[in-house]
């Protein structure tokens, strides 16, 4: 059957699995009409199973047209099924389960796929887990898309701060649905009321009083108590550790997706092992997929292809049928369009070098240098009473390519800007900038956002990262791994890079006292005076993924 030939599709089926426990897991299957076996698409997901990640993915009754099985089931305590609902920690065992469950179904032909998005994403890695500890069947091929990995270094935490904004709102969201399921309508109003319009004012912002009222119904006590114990039985990075497994994937990631890193993470897991992977990564956000990011409109080229390179990445692995294309394909938003890699590019750094009069925060006037100037220093002053915000990214509030020129002006962000460009240049690969900094304070936060920089004067935002300094006595130079990047600059535009000391509210304020910022008071929070050392013997710089 070739990718253009549809076949009817029977109207949904409800089945349910019973696990050994006694718990029954409900799903909704969608499959070709008529006689015939075909290959699962399993999709284990909390949020009720009609949804499906829609949000994201065609519907299911595109694929069971195409000739898959599609099986969409809801996870313990959630939707239909049974039990009660533990963030990840059931999806191991259950998803292994299921798999067995799967290949078995009627009119199955025993093969399995699994795809899905964001928590969709991870219960393939935990099924996977959990079948290679059981001994039972794995499945035939995954697809993955913006998914955790790590889950504490890759979602919960960004270069060792707690997501304070993000973590608060998600953790609303699936304990309000828990108190739902049971009927709980006061518990169901706070927690909703968390997840659509975060709380800051009590006395400690990242812990409000409706989430520890309704702690028993949500995962955020467990993310922000930070036992390494609790992320062993969740991650999958750390239950597949050593494994290498067999199994072919198509990994999707978004430029300016909060999860990008976990997405990556899993690639490079999994192309260690024996079996081909396949990465695409977009200019999106974690959702929706579409031309339109931020405040920059892609074309037509950016509208997701996901769906399609499913398709014919199963049809590949599965039927042996077609080429699926270029092993990576990255959409490069400077030319607004897809290029095709064969591998993850890791080209060697290339350096660019912090300068300025001392004027870098108050006049915007650093610059990025191809080669060290003369020893310098530009001053940064972070007042907890104006904390510098966060606008666009993976973080930022709107979120996506947003122009942040305006917030370049504030006098608590240092601004470098790199020469304006006469020929074009195209980034590829990871970001980085390391950064010699000297405090009285005994902690702080810094904050790295890379722009492109227009004629005009716009500076839209490429990648970030955040780096929490727990101890500002230990020697330097202070390293923040920013966001991967694919973009050709065109001659006429530079790069910025742009230096704060918050980044609030994705991150709470550092109080500068050495102590936790996710248990400190706000009256606790200290004025914190940062020097940014550069030049000859502190040589702070820029790393960027240059092609040739």
Known sequence: MSAETLLPVAEPETARLTLPDGIGLVADLWRPAGPGRHPVLLM????????????????????????????VQDVRGRGGSGGAFRLFENEATDGAATLAWAADLPGSDGRVATYGFSYQAVTQFLALAGALRAG?????????????????????????????????????????????????????????????????????????????????DHHYGDWIGDDPAYWDRIAPARLLAGSAPAVPGLHVGGWQDFLLDGTLGAYDAFRAGPSPQRLLVGPWTHA??????????????????????????????????????????????????????????????????????????????????????????????????????????????????????????????????????????????????????????????????LSLVEPDGRAITLTAGHLRVADAAAPGPRRIAMRAVCCTLQPGQRLRLSLQAAAWPAFAVNPGTGHSP???????????????????GRASRLLLPALD
């Open 518 to 536: 996710e248990a400190a008071g706000t009256m606790q929070a200290h004025i914190i005076v940062l020097a940014l050392r550069h030049g000859a």
């Open 136 to 216: 039972t069947k794995r499945p035939d091929a995954i697809v993955p898309a913006m998914g955790g990995w790590d889950i504490r270094d890759d979602w919960a935490f960004t270069g060792g701060a707690f997501g304070l904004a993000g973590n608060l709102g998600w953790a609303g969201q699936m304990g309000a649905e828990v108190a739902r399921l049971r009927g709980d309508a006061p518990a169901f109003e706070a927690l909703a009321g968390i997840a659509r319009g975060t709380p800051w004012n009590g006395p400690v912002a990242a812990r409000p009083d409706g989430l520890a009222r309704y702690a028993a």
């Open 288 to 449: 929706p997929w579409g031309r339109r990011v931020g405040c920059l409109d892609l074309g037509p080229e950016a509208v997701t292809p996901v769906d399609r390179a499913t398709l014919a990445f199963l049809d590949h692995v599965l039927h042996g049928r077609g080429d699926p294309g270029a092993p990576v394909r990255l959409f490069d938003v400077g030319a607004r369009g897809w290029i095709g890699f064969p591998a993850w590019p890791e080209p060697e750094p290339t350096a660019l070098y912090l300068a300025s009069d001392g004027l870098a925060a108050t006049a915007a006037s650093g610059r990025l240098a191809t080669e060290p100037a003369d020893s310098g220093e530009d001053r940064l002053v972070h007042d907890p009473w104006r904390p510098a915000p966060i606008l666009g990214g993976a973080w930022g509030t709107p979120p996506g390519y947003q122009d942040r020129a305006a917030l370049d002006d504030r006098a608590d962000v240092a601004v470098y800007d790199g020469p304006i460009l006469a020929k074009s240049l195209r980034l590829a690969g990871r970001v980085a900038a390391e950064l010699f900094v000297e405090t009285a304070a005994a902690s702080h936060d810094l904050h790295a956002t």
């Open 44 to 71: 284990r997901q909390p949020y009720g199973r009609a949804i499906a990640s829609t949000l994201t993915l065609a519907h299911p009754a595109w694929y069971a047209a195409r000739g898959y099985l599609v099986v």
